[in-house]
């Protein structure tokens, strides 16, 4: 995200508008140039019900979980069946190495989970013995670019046990119907050292600006998304989120934590 105040007020100003139509059981479509483009029903899809962040989440796998490292099928996913044999990676345990934060509601169930991992949970390889980073420009893809080796290969198969561990769910806290959005979603919200670690990996190609403010940082709230062989993610345009991160006793989330940043470049990673 970059820290544009305009774009920040005017994200704003579009939330307040929304919880206006809302309570008056409506539904409308917003655009923020030139990324954001979003359609959200009257539906309850809150994604931070801080009432329940506050609350003590049970811990034990939610109801809502669709496949995990307890149940999935390995001919749909070989990488999970090859990671689990894995001896050398870690086995990861709720409470450990992660833990819910809150459960959100999506378009049909209200026990989403959303997961924070533990600093550490994930081990990331020392920088000197990595392989460097480096941007090769997407053709066809006005702005676009790919950036290579953010992640070792043993560093992803950590990213994958972990979220599997987590667990996956068919329902998500987004408004694109299923018949748009067809696959498996996992919320986390990454640790700072996790997250700002990637971040200052990337950031050498990254513009120094996005809509007039200073690149500052990847939003926390990852959104993992897992396509089964029959899945499929039909035409869309990304929205835009503000900067989230833990409330103050660790047990909510808060939507908007700096006040100052909104996400303007969609990043998507492959592991």
Same mark, same amino acid.
């Given at each position: ?5 305009? &774009? ?8 307040? %508008? ?12 917003? +655009?923020?140039?030139?990324? +954001? ?11 931070? +019900?801080?009432?329940? #962040? !506050? ?5 034990? &796998? ?14 749909? *996913? ?5 990671? @689990? ?12 190495? $992660? ?6 509601? /999506?378009?049909? !169930? ?9 600093? #550490? ?40 046990? @972990?979220?599997?561990?987590? /667990? ?9 119907? !299923? *018949?748009? !959005? ?15 670690? @990637? ?6 190609? $990254? ?31 990304? #929205?835009?989120?503000? #900067? +989230?991160? %833990? ?25």
């Amino acid at each position: 995200y970059s820290t544009s105040m305009d &774009r920040v007020r005017r994200a704003r100003s579009m939330e307040v %508008l929304y919880g206006q139509i809302r309570a008056m059981g409506g539904q409308f479509t917003f +655009s923020c140039s030139p990324c +954001s483009c979003s359609t959200i029903p009257s539906s309850p899809i809150c994604e931070f +019900s801080m009432a329940m #962040g !506050r609350a003590a989440i049970a811990m034990g &796998r939610s109801a809502a979980t669709t496949s995990s490292v307890d149940s999935f099928d390995p001919s749909k *996913n070989p990488t999970l069946a090859r990671i @689990l044999q894995d001896a050398k990676l870690p086995s990861y345990a709720e409470g450990e190495h $992660f833990r819910v934060v809150t459960l959100v509601s /999506g378009s049909k !169930r209200s026990d989403l989970p959303i997961f924070t991992s533990v600093p #550490g949970a994930i081990v990331l390889d020392e920088e000197a013995e990595r392989k460097p980073t480096s941007r090769v420009e997407a053709d066809g893809v006005p702005g676009g670019f790919v950036i290579r080796d953010i992640l070792s290969p043993g560093e992803c198969d950590q990213l994958v046990k @972990l979220s599997e561990t987590m /667990g996956f769910t068919e329902d998500a806290p987004v408004s694109l119907a !299923r *018949n748009i !959005r067809h696959n498996e979603n996992c919320m986390w919200l990454a640790d700072p050292i996790l997250c700002d670690t @990637l971040f200052e990996r990337c950031k050498p190609h $990254f513009p120094p600006e996005a809509e007039g403010g200073e690149v500052c940082g990847l939003n926390a709230y990852w959104r993992l998304y897992k396509y089964n062989p029959e899945d499929i993610f039909r035409l869309h345009t990304d #929205g835009s989120w503000p #900067g +989230s991160g %833990l409330t103050a006793d660790g047990n909510g989330i808060v939507r908007d934590m700096y006040g100052d940043r909104w996400s303007h470049l969609t990043m998507q990673g492959g592991a």
